[in-house]
């Protein structure tokens, strides 16, 4: 079998090594002039291999559609993401959250890690070469065609083209085009793991710029004020709106609202104490009072939250951060407390897809045989990687899905048919 492999990136290189371990003879294209670049940077540039959770738990963090992922498990999953890396002299480590990374905290580690096993075996690479289309006959894949009019024949093609997120590193949304070309449809295309926009006025005004907390609560809440998902994690505010983990991880279903209810602004809830029960808060609170009836209310709220959070949650209550908290009625305790663990703000948006760290959407799933990741649609046409409509969090779940989705399509794509 012959087989052509587009885009050098993390499931195209994995794809190129695992068709050719399977005895294919396998060409290389990418449209960079080198490979890999989008890989060099993902964990932080330091390469963020997979996670060591189990299945289970890492399908459960690939929110967007990570069930579609159960057969390819089952034929290659991150423990032999692991054992891939480890048996080629790459060592590595677990981090928080069960995170893999190299000894070396770099990605060109990995990089050249894939670049030794593709020179091992003899894949051609050609790289500063663009895809404009596939050819097929009698609709089965015969050639790809590049920009210049050049032909490559082969067997077999495997996509693995990337999303548009980090357009720098090449990442340009070219295989959704290819894609429809040959009969398959791509859902809508949206940001995931994103900052998030607000038009609240103390985001305009500056109020919260620059503030990190840490460990909050926060939740995505639906039309009926129910929370559709909660993170527990970090965030901070900018000034367009709100970022960090907890804010990445609930982007994707701040979208899915706004889609779903037809909706432009969605309503998020903060609790800066989600390690208390409100009855644990309540009882706190009673104890303050009884030994420090004097004290003005802001001297304990400093206990619980950064000062600059504290005035601002005392103003948005009409509350204030002199009153001592003997004088306090049980109204004011309660609109405080609530404030504390259920502050609500709304958001309107995100950054740009080309700002998010993985593409939502893609190639439309039930198009594609799960356990081959071979079209439905046209018999000798593989997908992998961020081109299928798959996106999970940071933390090793998206690079994963990759690697795995990679590896299956080049093994069944050196196979044939």
């Not at 070396?104 to 020179?119: G, P, Q, V």
């Not at 009698?138 to 050639?143: C, L």
């Not at 103390?202 to 809440?221: M, P």
């Not at 639906?222 to 505010?237: E, L, P, R, W």
Request: charged fraction near 20%; proline fraction near 3%.
């Amino acid at each position: 079998m012959k087989v052509i492999v587009v885009g050098g990136g993390t499931s195209g290189l994995m794809a190129s090594v695992s068709a050719a371990l399977a005895g294919a003879e396998v060409i290389l294209l990418d449209k960079n002039p080198s490979l890999g670049r989008k890989l060099l940077l993902t964990g932080g540039t330091r390469c963020n291999v997979t996670n060591i959770r189990s299945r289970d738990e890492i399908i459960k963090h690939i929110p967007g559609n990570g069930r579609f992922l159960h057969s390819a498990f089952s034929q290659f999953d991150n423990q032999d993401i692991i054992e891939f890396f480890q048996n080629r002299g790459v060592q590595l480590k677990e981090e928080d959250h069960g995170r893999m990374f190299p000894v070396s905290d770099s990605a060109k580690t990995i990089l050249n890690t894939f670049i030794e096993e593709i020179k091992r075996l003899g894949i051609q690479v050609r790289t500063n070469v663009k895809v404009k289309t596939i050819r097929l006959e009698e609709g089965q894949f015969s050639a790809v065609e590049l920009d210049n009019g050049e032909r490559i024949e082969g067997d077999a093609v495997i996509l693995a083209l990337g999303g548009k997120s980090y357009p720098k590193t090449g990442s340009t949304g070219d295989g959704y085009g290819i894609a429809r070309n040959v009969g398959h449809t791509i859902t809508p295309l949206f940001a995931t793991e994103v900052p998030l926009t607000s038009s609240e006025t103390f985001i305009k005004e500056g109020v919260l710029r620059a503030l990190s907390l840490r460990n909050v609560a926060l939740s995505v809440l639906n039309q009926k004020g129910k929370a559709v998902v909660t993170h527990q994690m970090d965030m901070i505010f900018t000034h367009f709106g709100v970022s960090g983990p907890a804010v990445l991880r609930c982007s994707s279903f701040v979208h899915q609202l706004q889609q779903k209810d037809n909706v432009k602004e969605v309503t998020m809830s903060l609790n800066i104490q989600p390690d208390l029960t409100k009855q644990e808060l309540l009882d706190k609170w009673q104890e303050w009072k009884e030994n420090s009836p004097q004290k003005t209310v802001k001297t304990p709220l400093k206990e619980w939250m950064p000062e600059r959070y504290a005035e601002f949650l005392l103003q948005q209550i009409g509350l204030s951060s002199q009153k001592v908290i003997g004088k306090m009625t049980e109204q004011e305790v309660q609109q405080l407390l609530n404030s504390i663990q259920d502050f609500r703000f709304t958001v309107n948006g995100s950054l740009p897809i080309e700002k998010g760290f993985v593409t939502g959407g893609g190639v439309q799933l039930k198009e594609v045989d799960p356990k081959t990741l071979e079209s439905k649609i046209t018999q000798g046409v593989y997908f992998c990687g961020e081109l299928l409509d798959i996106h999970g969090y940071t933390g090793g779940y998206n690079i994963t899905a990759a690697f795995v989705t990679g590896y299956v399509a080049g093994l069944h794509a050196a196979q044939g048919w």
